[in-house]
Every structure is written in structure tokens, then in C-alpha cells.
């Protein structure tokens, strides 16, 4: 590289470096401020101007945050929610993906375009009517209700995760494996599966999300307040006419304990997913 050349790359790196971190800046400065507040005394909570520092620091919201409300109920319901869900769907998305990766049959693109024109249906849209459809299937006002909802919801975009990654897996394995004498159920579950790991991890995490943050068809099915899950719970602690925010902010970094465990613990496979034409149609 010249000199000329490099005294032009320099200012370049300068401003991409100073772009992105001010975009880096905006997305993490919230989440300080929600950790921040959430040490604070509720009567701090909204100071002006904000210290990033709490002073005096405590963890009586946490403590609050765990003990009030049954907040350990509402976690164990949406622990198990989500983690049905998360393998419910995986599942089902992985054998749809494989058989339209794989299959000849007729209709087979008719079907798949059919269940990728439900990604664009918004699903407030569709609230009313999956609530009148889980009323006549008497699955309003349970867990196992959400889960069937949240898998019915999730399947779509799942199977066209995983069916780009199937659809590039070699040929030859697949025809070595016939030749050997296994059938489809042996191949999918001795071959594709183990050879899909990373895709498999990107399609978890996507489900487990789904199912755990959502609040809308919760808050729409489910009137028994020991079945409630943690959307719910977190939102009881915002009052009609004051709200703690310590209280609220202590409760929702509680709540994204799992979503960042999750997240290291399948971060290698979850990358490797998305930069291995897991997402190619």
C-alpha cells in the first residue's frame, strides 16, 4: 500500500470506527441505565441528571423482584414453556425442513411458499381467531395451551432456517447411506441431524426466544394467575398511578438471565449457523 493510500485508508477506519461506536453506544446505554436504576432505592430510581453509578448501591429490588408476586412461580411456568416449546419446534421444523429439502412430491414448493406467506401475516392479526380456535379446543387458560400455539407459530420460520442448510449438505452422503440400506428415518436422524448441529442451535435459540419474551397471546389466553408467566408477572409491577422502576428493572434483568445463558452457552453453533447458508431459501 502506498503512502497516499494509507493516509486515505486512515480517515476512513477513523470515521467507521467512531460509527460504529456510537451505534454501539445506543444500543448499550439503555441496558446501563436499566442496570444502573436497578441498584438504586426506588426513591432514586428517576433522578436528575442520572448517575450511572448508584449511590448508595443496593439489592433489596432484586430481593423484592424474587420474593413478591410468586415472581418464582411465574419463572418455572415460563421456563417450561419455553423449553417446550424450543424442543417441540426444532423438532417439527427440522423433519419439515428435511422433506422439503429432500422429497420430490407434488405441491412441495405450493406448500412451502404457502407457510412462508404466514411469516408476513402479523400476529395481532390473527389474535382473535387463535383465541376463538383455543376455545373450541379447550387450550385457553393453559400452559400446554401456549406451548401448542407458540410450536403452530414458530414452525414456519424454523423450516425455512433449516431447509437452506439440509438442501446444502452433500448428496453423496445421503445416496451412501442408501445404499447401505437405511431408510428416511435412519438417514434424517444418523446423518442430518448430527451434520445440522449449528443450524439446529440458531433454530433453538430463535424458538426459546419466541416462546419466552412473548406477551400478547399470554396475556390474551391465560386468566389463572399460577399460570401466568414472566411477561406477566413483570408488567403487575408497573402501578396505575406510580411505578417502581428499580423494582421493574431488577425483575426484567432477572428475566434475561437465561436468554444470555442460552445465548453462550450456543453462541459458537448460533454463528456458525447464521454464516453457513442456514438462512438461504
Known amino acids: 500500500m502506498s503512502v497516499n493510500s494509507r493516509r486515505l485508508h486512515r480517515p476512513r477506519t477513523a470515521a467507521r470506527l467512531l460509527t460504529l461506536s456510537a451505534m454501539a453506544l ?8 436499566m442496570v444502573s436504576t436497578s441498584f438504586k432505592p ?7 441528571p442520572p448517575r ?19 415472581f418464582g412461580r411465574y419463572f418455572a411456568n415460563s421456563a417450561m414453556v419455553a423449553v417446550s416449546t424450543t424442543v417441540a419446534t426444532t423438532l417439527l421444523a427440522a423433519m419439515a425442513a428435511y422433506a422439503f429439502a429432500r422429497f420430490r412430491f407434488p405441491g412441495r414448493d405450493v406448500l412451502f411458499w ?36 407458540y410450536v403452530g407459530g414458530g414452525i414456519a420460520f424454523n423450516t425455512f432456517l433449516l431447509r437452506g442448510f439440509f438442501e446444502d449438505l452433500p448428496h453423496e452422503l445421503d445416496e451412501s447411506m442408501t445404499l447401505d440400506g437405511a431408510g428416511t428415518l435412519r438417514r434424517f436422524v444418523a446423518l442430518y441431524l448430527p451434520l445440522s448441529r449449528p443450524a439446529l442451535a440458531t433454530s433453538a435459540v430463535f424458538a426459546f426466544l419466541g416462546a ?3 406477551y400478547s397471546w399470554a396475556l390474551t389466553t391465560i386468566n389463572d394467575p399460577a399460570k401466568q408467566t414472566l411477561p406477566l408477572a413483570i408488567a403487575k409491577y408497573q402501578g396505575q398511578h406510580a411505578t417502581s422502576w428499580g423494582l421493574v428493572f431488577a425483575a426484567s434483568i432477572i428475566a434475561l438471565v437465561p436468554v444470555v445463558l442460552i445465548y453462550l452457552v450456543g453462541q459458537r453453533h448460533f454463528i456458525s449457523g447464521l454464516t453457513s447458508g442456514a438462512v438461504k431459501s
Open 212 to 214: 419466552w419474551d412473548e
Open 26 to 33: 445506543v444500543m448499550i446505554a439503555p441496558f446501563g441505565y
Open 42 to 48: 426506588n426513591q432514586l430510581a428517576l433522578d436528575w
Open 52 to 70: 450511572l453509578i448508584p449511590d448508595p448501591a443496593t439489592i433489596d429490588n432484586y430481593v423484592q423482584a424474587w420474593t413478591a408476586n410468586d
Open 114 to 149: 404457502a407457510m412462508m406467506l404466514g411469516l408476513m401475516v402479523p400476529g395481532v392479526v390473527i389474535l382473535i381467531p387463535q383465541f376463538v380456535l383455543a376455545r373450541s379446543l379447550h387450550l385457553t387458560d393453559s400452559l400446554s395451551g401456549l406451548v401448542f400455539f
